[in-house]
């Protein structure tokens, strides 16, 4: 199990995250909700170092490291390779083909053959409807067909923990339900999720469990039916000021 203890982030004169504690249980997933610049994604992005928190601690299985003391390119890589991220914007390389864009972190960093790389690719490809754009590129892909590829992306490392920055923020409506789709579908199989999103009716329906941040602090941590129905004055504003369809 990922978990971390009184993680604290300062950007210049700004406390981003103060002393957060948490754990992100196999196999569930977990959503981080809160308003705008109150440390979701830099919460995130410190779970696969991305961002490296000041102070605290991270646990991972057997793996342990404690921000006050130096990170190892072992000990990042480690962790790195229990995790992959999903971004906002997709972040392919627009001079790799969709196959080269989902194969390349198995093939070089893995060191998985090519042919099995491949293989697994298409079968992921199969499963989103996107196998015939396996030669194209990027930009010949709309914005909700490449944040599906990223999808694939993070999915064929075969992490333990996949973590998610807003993936459909950049899209519109249609697309972004196509999206949602393709998480709940992962979740209920039973992936573990980690995600940031605004996105309060996925968050009723999938989460597990809901973390919500507030000025860098952690307000509430605990499943989706206690969130939802909670009678602090806080979380009631904060869910009456976002749409739930």
Avoid at 51 to 65: A, I, W
């Amino acid at each position: 199990m990922l978990q971390i203890s009184k993680l604290t982030k300062q950007f210049g004169s700004q406390q981003v995250l103060k002393g957060i504690s948490a754990r992100f249980p196999e196999k569930q997933t977990t959503v981080i909700v809160g308003p705008s610049g109150s440390g979701k994604t830099t919460l995130l992005r410190s779970l696969d170092l991305l961002v490296r928190p000041d102070s605290g601690e991270l646990t991972f299985d057997d793996l342990k490291l404690d921000f006050s003391q130096p990170i190892s390119s072992k000990q990042r890589n480690k962790l790195r390779n229990k995790t992959s991220m999903v971004f906002q914007n997709w972040n392919l390389f627009p001079n790799l083909t969709i196959l080269q864009n989902i194969t390349s972190a198995p093939i070089h960093v893995h060191k998985v053959a090519v042919d099995q790389a491949e293989h697994q690719a298409h079968k992921l490809l199969q499963e989103v409807g996107l196998d015939e754009y396996a030669t194209a590129y990027p930009h010949e892909l709309s914005g909700g067909q490449q944040q599906r590829i990223s999808i694939c992306r993070a999915l064929a490392v075969q992490p333990q923990y996949i973590l998610l920055d807003e993936p459909t923020s950049a899209l519109d409506p249609e697309r972004e339900n196509q999206i949602l789709r393709m998480l709940e579908r992962l979740s209920n199989e039973g992936n573990s999720l980690i995600m940031v999103t605004h996105n309060m009716q996925f968050a009723k329906n999938v989460a597990d469990k809901i973390l919500f941040l507030e000025d860098g602090e952690l307000q509430f941590d605990g499943d989706k039916e206690a969130f939802f129905s909670a009678k602090t004055d806080r979380i009631q504003q904060f869910l009456q000021g976002v749409t739930l369809n």
